[in-house]
């Protein structure tokens, strides 16, 4: 009777973990499984919705069945009206900002779907239906779920990785990195890493030495291996991700420079939202004078392309580059 008991509980247990995880569960497939009859996987469905019932951090849970799919599943609130909402949020997110290929795009639509009931998921599907099939994944077409967790994972243990990398010319690179971060920026996402030389670095943001620090498209990771190693870096010189994408465009590196330029136009609220560092200086009529903390190289492509609208005040260095740029642009054009 005793074991009976255990493995009613663990049967119990291996469903509930089961539904959390947004699988639909069939109960003949269930029998089948555990070597009971119907009946007993109907008492524990019934078990389940009974604890769910009465313990208030599941107030927002229920166990429902699908005609459709033939089977029971969690759905994340009992009131769909606000979570669709916040689901059909992140699936327009997700489809504008094109992160992942053709097949983890549709598991994650489809894992984000399941938490609603099927008049919900219709909508959704209806409304999001022209952005599902016009969907172009990016060239890649890699597969970066598994591998943004690992790395992850890595950087949360603070160990040692050792990375092969394909560059954009086709050099393959062997590396030992101290990996600090995982970022998306742009279409894609980026393992922010300190190269091996140093026991230990101090990162700051009014001096930045990009002797140590390097970006690494994840996509073109094409094997990492963690070590036995781990690396230290003091709290308080931690890399913070949110300072670090206020003052980087594109994630090119580059020296830390205060920029001063001219926007003329009557739209300058993207250009702050580009610029999160960005204060207004002065202003008059559709004339702004903005400075902003920003990494080099990075600014000069988004600087470029703002044509007439921006003219750069300083540095004098990067007004000289600014100049060279033009003068090549305009070359290119006259050939």
Same mark, same amino acid.
């Given at each position: 009777?005793?074991?009976?008991?255990?493995?009613?509980?663990?049967?119990?247990?291996?469903?509930?973990?089961?539904?959390?995880?947004?699988?639909?569960?069939?109960?003949?497939?269930?029998?089948?499984?555990?070597?009971?009859?119907?009946?007993?996987?109907?008492?524990?469905?019934?078990?389940?919705?009974?604890?769910?019932?009465?313990?208030?951090?599941?107030?927002?849970?229920?166990?429902?069945?699908?005609?459709?799919?033939?089977?029971?599943?969690?759905?994340?609130?009992?009131?769909?009206?606000?979570?669709?909402?916040?689901?059909?949020?992140?699936?327009?997110?997700?489809?504008?900002?094109?992160?992942?290929?053709?097949?983890?795009?549709?598991?994650?639509?489809?894992?984000?779907?399941?938490?609603?009931?099927?008049?919900?998921?219709?909508?959704?599907?209806?409304?999001?239906?022209?952005?599902?099939?016009?969907?172009?994944?990016?060239?890649?077409?890699?597969?970066?779920?598994?591998?943004?967790?690992?790395?992850?994972?890595?950087?949360?243990?603070?160990?040692?990785?050792?990375?092969?990398?394909?560059?954009? /010319?086709?050099? $393959?690179?062997? %590396?030992?990195?101290?990996?600090? @971060?995982?970022?998306?920026? !742009?279409?894609? +996402? *980026? #393992?922010?890493?300190?190269?091996?030389?140093?026991?230990?670095?101090?990162?700051?943001?009014?001096?930045?030495?990009? /002797?140590?620090? $390097?970006?690494? %498209?994840?996509?073109?990771?094409? @094997?990492?291996?963690?070590? !036995?190693?781990? +690396? *230290? #870096?003091?709290?308080?010189?931690?890399?913070?991700?949110?300072?670090?994408?206020?003052?980087?465009?594109?994630?090119?590196?580059?020296?830390?420079?205060?920029?001063?330029?001219?926007?003329?136009?009557?739209?300058?609220?993207?250009?702050?939202?580009? #610029?999160?560092?960005?204060?207004?200086?002065?202003?008059?009529?559709?004339?702004?004078?903005?400075?902003?903390?920003?990494?080099?190289?990075?600014?000069?492509?988004?600087?470029?392309?703002?044509?007439?609208?921006?003219?750069?005040?300083?540095?004098?260095?990067?007004?000289?580059?600014?100049?060279?740029?033009?003068?090549?642009?305009?070359?290119?054009?006259?050939?």
């Amino acid at each position: 009777m005793e074991k009976d008991k255990d493995h009613r509980i663990n049967r119990v247990l291996s469903i509930y973990q089961r539904l959390e995880k947004g699988q639909i569960l069939n109960k003949d497939q269930l029998a089948l499984e555990f070597g009971v009859n119907n009946k007993s996987i109907q008492r524990d469905i019934e078990h389940l919705r009974f604890y769910l019932a009465n313990q208030p951090d599941c107030a927002n849970l229920e166990l429902k069945y699908s005609r459709k799919h033939r089977g029971y599943q969690l759905l994340g609130s009992k009131n769909h009206s606000f979570d669709r909402k916040k689901i059909l949020l992140m699936l327009k997110i997700l489809l504008a900002s094109r992160p992942l290929n053709q097949k983890e795009i549709s598991d994650l639509i489809n894992m984000l779907l399941v938490q609603l009931d099927e008049p919900d998921q219709k909508l959704i599907k209806e409304l999001i239906g022209n952005e599902v099939f016009n969907y172009v994944p990016l060239r890649h077409d890699s597969d970066l779920i598994d591998k943004v967790w690992d790395l992850s994972q890595i950087i949360n243990r603070q160990q040692m990785i050792k990375i092969s990398y394909l560059r954009h /010319d086709e050099r $393959r690179l062997h %590396r030992n990195l101290k990996p600090v @971060s995982i970022m998306f920026s !742009d279409f894609y +996402f *980026y #393992l922010i890493a300190y190269m091996e030389e140093p026991k230990y670095y101090l990162f700051s943001y009014d001096k930045l030495n990009n /002797d140590y620090l $390097r970006v690494f %498209r994840v996509d073109r990771i094409e @094997s990492y291996e963690a070590l !036995d190693e781990k +690396f *230290y #870096l003091p709290y308080s010189n931690r890399f913070e991700e949110g300072e670090f994408r206020k003052r980087i465009q594109f994630m090119f590196l580059g020296e830390l420079i205060k920029v001063k330029f001219e926007f003329h136009g009557s739209l300058i609220e993207p250009v702050l939202d580009r #610029l999160p560092t960005a204060t207004i200086l002065e202003q008059e009529f559709n004339k702004y004078v903005i400075e902003a903390e920003v990494y080099g190289k990075g600014i000069i492509m988004w600087l470029m392309s703002q044509s007439t609208r921006i003219r750069v005040l300083s540095p004098p260095s990067l007004v000289e580059e600014m100049k060279n740029e033009i003068r090549r642009l305009s070359q290119m054009y006259d050939q």
